[in-house]
């Protein structure tokens, strides 16, 4: 037979699918999920049991841990001395488990990670109330299994004479499953099991109001009612775990914040680094100094804070970027009858409450084993002390002693049991006094077997037992709750004040896309007149914005979409500097451009924000629906195909709306005809266009001021808003410009570019194709009549043509650079 006719063939799937199958098997039920009787994994289990079996117990000193750890390897868990360890010196930290199992002598680390000494130098024994969950463990209560070299046997799982699962809580991942179970109050818990014992039916709001919510060992603050309650019915819930802080006050108005107690899990070097980096980057204002003053006295850390900084605000700010402040995940799955689950609270102490029901019958029935063998022995005894001279003298008559043995069964009726119990009787028990307390014996031992049997042959006695002897563990080692519980998560809002510095300063965007913020100081020094700003050659600033850095910028673009700006968030730069190009500080798309910049201090405000398209089309949103913490492209107004929005502007929805088109058309209606739409709407017509654009929308009221008008080729004209009357929205409109024809006839240009509403002079710049800039005065234009051809208002050369005008302003720096 050759070697390849040795082979059967296989699939790689099959094979890969049956190994893992197996591995996940074992993962899952043998080493990272805890049994759902007694709450343990079986590193644990195993760890508990040989301390208990080599007598390494509280009554006794402590013993080198390494000892343990090659007890444990080497009979029970062949998988390395590390995870053995590792499981160890969890059991021995107070801030992991809310009841240790393990005591610990010597260095087992630290709330700051620090690593426990090599199993070589620490020292341990079973704490007290680790012996509750091996109590009666030799009374056969539960089954063991042959070890992994068939040469002893060990634990299936532990008594647990209380519910560990949920008093220690556990956390582990497997394959295809991970368990989160937090630790609860032990008084709570046992409360609860007996209420459950008393009543199956208790419904999840009863067992609720004894278990209130988790209990970690850190303390801390528990919030979200609802998201325990989930976890209690179905397994999975969420909580927030919040830091316990405290305000303190200092000499010469400073304040500090003090820290007693950290979220569960957390550790506390990292979390006081993370705080001292926030400091150390500035990224909050007002932080002086941060200290770990833990000790002896328990845990301490110390925010200390500059005079007059918002100390509810730093400590928001530090609750929603550190850990102060966590989110907490239960999934509480537990191995139920050799296979995961996934458990509520009920369902927990259902399988807990049977457990100890197996638990407390095979403890009776191996004592009422043990009272019945002793009662018989006494009953054979009291029996020859009344007729002791009759078995003396069988017993002097036998040749041996198996021929007394032998004797006293003939003679007397006596059990082979019976008969050896006489036989090493000693002489001292014949007196009266011990014959009397024999007797005694006797009569108690059958009291007891008759109450053993009482409990076999009733569980409402049954559930006593297990209720009495959880009350005494209750009562021994019950523990005052130490995390607090509030039902409702608190919204945590950091005021902008906490993060920036409220400061006046300049805001900028040039012709070609230029942005910068400049300090007001900065400006000044500069000269402080709006030519010395800093522009590429060519460029020109359109925009000029006077803010505060805790203000925001609405950035609204052609394409019907807009980015929400802190100000803060602009890069700095002096007055004289060119700035940075706009799409390095929000993602402007290339095709697209930025048409509007709307200054908000406060979006709650009943303002209005009103957009008009090329096209004509005009919505109006509430101010409100633009807020966004998004700093990504937001849809701001639905734009038609080969249409683009040429204005957006705040407005308080009491006035009057006039939309001026290329060809000279204008029509002005009220804004309330316009109504408040959704944030993506599309708006409706405000003016009926043919062959035609509009260029301009400008807001009027109270027929005061003048409509200004300019041509492509800087023809200009005022005429009075009287002139324009009130229409219905949708209309063609009035005529506001009337173009010069004819061949001998001089031009006064071909199409509108610009209008303005003056009621103050303004001056206007205006940038044609050639790159030539002009500044000219509204006061300049002659006031006309409405349709009237104008004159010129800018000297344009004959191949040049305006493309873009805007309003200059200067700022006012009275009392604002100090």
């Known amino acids: 037979m050759s070697i390849l006719e040795q082979f059967l063939p296989a699939y790689l799937e099959e094979v890969v699918g049956d190994r893992f199958g197996r591995y996940s098997k074992y993962i899952i039920q043998d080493r990272a999920i805890p049994d759902v009787r007694d709450g343990l994994k079986p590193v644990q289990r195993r760890i508990l049991y040989a301390m208990y079996d080599s007598g390494n117990t509280p009554d006794k000193p402590y013993r080198k841990s390494a000892k343990t750890v090659g007890d444990v390897m080497g009979n029970y868990h062949p998988h390395g001395d590390s995870s053995i360890y590792e499981g160890m010196v969890r059991m021995a930290q107070p801030w992991k488990m809310g009841h240790p199992l393990v005591d610990g002598h010597g260095n087992w680390g630290s709330l700051d990670d620090d690593p426990a000494a090599a199993m070589r130098y620490t020292e341990a024994r079973l704490s007290k109330i680790a012996m509750e969950l091996l109590r009666d463990i030799d009374k ?42 937090p630790p609860h109050n032990l008084r709570e818990v046992i409360d609860a099991c007996i209420a459950y014992m008393k009543s199956p039916a208790i419904t999840l709001e009863e067992l609720m109001s004894i278990v209130k919510g988790p209990d970690f060992p850190t303390g801390g603050l528990i919030m979200g009612g609802e998201g325990i309650r989930e976890a209690y019915e179905s397994g999975k819930g969420r909580i927030h775990i919040r830091s316990k802080t405290a305000i303190e006050d200092l000499r010469g108005g400073k304040q500090q914040l ?21 400091r150390l980057e500035k990224k909050v204002e007002g932080i002086a100094e941060v200290r770990d003053e833990s000790g002896r006295n328990g845990l301490r850390i110390v925010v200390e804070l500059k005079k007059d900084a918002d100390a509810a605000g730093i400590l928001a700010y530090l609750l929603k970027k550190t850990d102060l402040q966590v989110t907490y ?32 019958t095979f403890r009776t029935s191996y004592e009422l084993e043990k009272a019945e063998d002793r009662a018989h022995v006494l009953e054979g005894l009291v029996k020859a002390l009344t007729i002791l001279d009759d078995v003396i003298a069988a017993i002097k008559a036998s040749k041996n002693r198996s021929d007394a043995q032998n004797n006293l069964i003939a003679k007397f009726g006596f059990t082979e049991r019976q008969a050896d119990a006489i036989l090493t009787l000693q002489l001292y028990r014949l007196t009266n006094l011990e014959i009397t307390s024999l007797e005694k014996e006797h009569r108690d031992t059958m009291k007891r077997i008759q109450y053993l049997r009482s409990i076999l042959d009733s569980e409402r006695k049954l559930l006593g037992v297990i209720r009495d002897e959880l009350t005494e563990i209750r009562d021994k080692y019950g523990i005052e709750r130490r995390s607090d519980i509030q039902g409702e998560v608190e919204e945590l809002k950091v005021n902008l004040e906490v993060l920036v510095q409220p400061e006046d300063v300049l805001v900028t965007l040039s012709q070609d896309g230029y942005m910068k913020r400049t300090s007001m100081l900065s400006f000044t020094r500069s000269g402080g007149e709006l030519d010395s700003a800093g522009v590429k050659e060519g460029d020109v600033i359109t925009t000029l914005l006077q803010v505060n850095t805790i203000d925001n910028l609405l950035l609204f673009t052609k394409k019907g979409q807009y980015f929400s700006l802190p100000v803060h968030a602009i890069p700095e730069f002096k007055w004289k500097d060119t700035g940075t190009a706009v799409v390095n500080i929000v993602p402007l798309q290339k095709d697209d451009a930025i048409v509007s910049v709307i200054h908000v201090k406060d979006f709650s405000a009943a303002l209005s924000l009103v957009f008009v398209s090329k096209r004509g089309q005009v919505k109006r949103t509430e101010l409100k629906e633009y807020m966004t913490s998004r700093s990504t492209a937001v849809a701001a107004c639905k734009v038609g195909a080969g249409d683009e929005i040429i204005s957006v502007a705040t407005s308080d929805n009491t006035g009057q709306l006039l939309l001026v088109s290329r060809d000279g058309m204008c029509i002005r209606f009220m804004e309330s005809e316009v109504n408040p739409m959704g944030r993506v709407a599309a708006g409706v017509r405000g003016m009926q266009l043919k062959d035609d654009e509009l260029v301009a929308a400008l807001w009027v009221n109270d027929d005061e001021g003048e409509i200004l008008v300019v041509s492509d080729i800087g023809y200009g004209k005022r005429s009075l808003l009287l002139d324009y009357p009130i229409q219905g929205r949708g209309g063609r409109g009035v005529q506001t410009f009337e173009f010069k024809e004819g061949k001998r006839v001089r031009s006064n240009g071909t199409v509108i570019v610009a209008a303005y509403y003056c009621r103050e002079p303004l001056d206007i710049m205006a940038i044609t194709a050639n790159g030539d800039k002009q500044v000219a005065n509204s006061e300049k234009a002659p006031i006309d009549e409405r349709k009237s051809v104008g004159k010129p208002f800018y000297g344009i050369a004959k191949d040049d043509r305006i493309i873009s005008t805007f309003i200059r302003t200067v700022p006012d720096i009275s009392q604002k650079a100090d």
């Open 140 to 181: 056969r209560t539960v089954l063991f299994k042959d070890n992994f070299d068939n040469t002893t046997k060990e634990p299936v799982v532990l008594p647990a004479r209380y519910p560990n699962l949920l008093v220690n809580g556990v956390s582990g991942i497997s394959s295809g499953f991970a368990t989160e179970i």
């Open 329 to 360: 995940n239960f999934n509480m799955v537990a191995i139920v009858s050799k296979a995961p689950q996934q458990l509520g609270l009920k369902a927990m102490l259902a399988a807990y409450v049977e457990h100890q029901k197996e638990v407390v």
């Open 258 to 278: 003090v820290i007693t107690e950290i979220p569960y899990q957390v550790v506390k070097s990292r979390l006081v680094t993370a705080m001292e980096n926030i």
